[in-house]
C-alpha cells in the first residue's frame, strides 16, 4: 500500500513539475518569436526596394538601348570573378589529381624495391655484392 501512495505522489510532481516547465518555455519561446519577427522585417527592408524605385530603376534604359559603362564593367568583373574561381577549382582538381597519382608512383616503386630486395635476399650466395656477376664459378 505504502508504494502506491509513494508512486502516485512522484507522478502527482512530475505532472506539477512538466507543467510549470512548459509554462516557461512558452514565455521564453514567445518572447524569442517576437524579435525574431522584428528582425526579420529588418532584413526585409534591406532586400526589398520602394515601388517607386523599382519603377524607375526599370525605366532606365530600354529593350533596345545600348548598356552604360557602367553595366558593361559589372557585368565583365562578374565574369571575371567566375573565370578566377573555376580556375581555381580546375587548379585544385588537378593538384589533387597530381597528389594522388605521385602516391600512386610512391606505392609501385616501392613494392618494386621490395620485390627486388627480397629477390636478391633469396639469391644471394653470400659474396659481395650479390649480383649474378660476380659469381664465382669452379
Known amino acids: 500500500m505504502a ?3 509513494l508512486f502516485l505522489i512522484c507522478c502527482l510532481s512530475a505532472v506539477v513539475l512538466l507543467s510549470t516547465l512548459r509554462e516557461g518555455t512558452a514565455v ?5 518569436q517576437l524579435a525574431g519577427h522584428e528582425v526579420q ?5 534591406k532586400i526589398f526596394m520602394k515601388e517607386s524605385d523599382a519603377l524607375n530603376f526599370l525605366k532606365k534604359r530600354g529593350k533596345r538601348s545600348s548598356k552604360s559603362r557602367e553595366e558593361v564593367n559589372a557585368e565583365n568583373r562578374q565574369k571575371l570573378q567566375v573565370d578566377e574561381l573555376r580556375k581555381e577549382h580546375y587548379e585544385e582538381q588537378r593538384n589533387e589529381f597530381e597528389n594522388f597519382v ?6 609501385q ?5 621490395e620485390a627486388i630486395e ?3 635476399q633469396w639469391h644471394s650466395d ?3 655484392p650479390p649480383y649474378l656477376y660476380n659469381r664465382h664459378h669452379i
Do not use: I, K
Open 126 to 128: 653470400g659474396l659481395y
Open 3 to 5: 508504494w502506491r501512495q
Open 102 to 107: 605521385e602516391e600512386q608512383n610512391d606505392e
Open 28 to 32: 521564453a519561446v514567445g518572447s524569442r
Open 109 to 113: 616503386e616501392e613494392r618494386s624495391r
Open 118 to 120: 627480397q629477390w636478391r
Open 41 to 45: 522585417e529588418g532584413v526585409e527592408g
